[in-house]
C-alpha cells in the first residue's frame, strides 16, 4: 500500500516562502505522476500542481502560475512544492497525491489514486 505523508506547513507571514514536502514509501514512487492540490475553508479541493514520473512535464493553476514550483527527487521518493510569496488566499490544507498515469500531469483529482493526510498552511497578515 503507497502512503504519502506532506510535511512543511504551517503558520508564516504573509509575503514569505514556504516548502512543502510529501514523502512516499510502499512501492514504486518513480512509476507515477504526482500532484498537489488543496482546500480551502468552505471550499472544494482544488488542483495546484503536478509533474510526471519523470519530472519531464508540470502543469500548474492559473491562480500559483509564477509563484509555486513542484520539483520531485526520485532517488529520495519525495516530491516538492516552493511557494514564493505566500498570500492569505494560499491558506489551505495541502494535499499530495499519485496517479498511476505516469506520463500525464493530470490536473483532475480523479485521476490521482493515493492521497496524504494533508498540511495546513495558513499565511498571517
Known amino acids: 500500500q503507497l502512503q504519502l505523508v506532506e510535511s512543511g506547513g504551517g503558520v508564516v507571514q504573509a509575503g514569505d516562502s514556504l516548502r512543502l514536502s510529501c514523502a512516499a514509501s510502499?512501492?514504486?514512487?518513480?512509476?507515477?505522476?504526482m500532484g498537489w492540490f488543496r482546500q480551502a475553508p468552505g471550499k472544494e479541493r482544488a488542483f495546484v500542481a503536478a509533474i510526471t514520473s519523470g519530472g519531464g512535464r508540470t502543469a500548474y493553476a492559473d491562480s500559483v502560475k509564477g509563484r509555486f514550483t513542484i520539483s520531485r527527487d526520485n532517488p529520495k521518493n519525495t516530491v516538492y512544492l516552493q511557494i514564493w510569496g505566500l498570500k492569505p488566499e494560499d491558506t489551505a490544507v495541502y494535499y499530495c497525491?499519485?496517479?498511476?498515469?505516469?506520463?500525464?500531469?493530470?490536473?483532475?483529482?480523479?485521476?490521482?489514486?493515493?492521497w496524504g493526510q494533508g498540511t495546513q498552511v495558513t499565511p498571517s497578515s
Open positions: 510502499g512501492h514504486t514512487f518513480t512509476s507515477y505522476t
Open positions: 497525491a499519485v496517479s498511476t498515469r505516469a506520463f500525464y500531469a493530470s490536473t483532475y483529482a480523479t485521476d490521482y489514486t493515493y
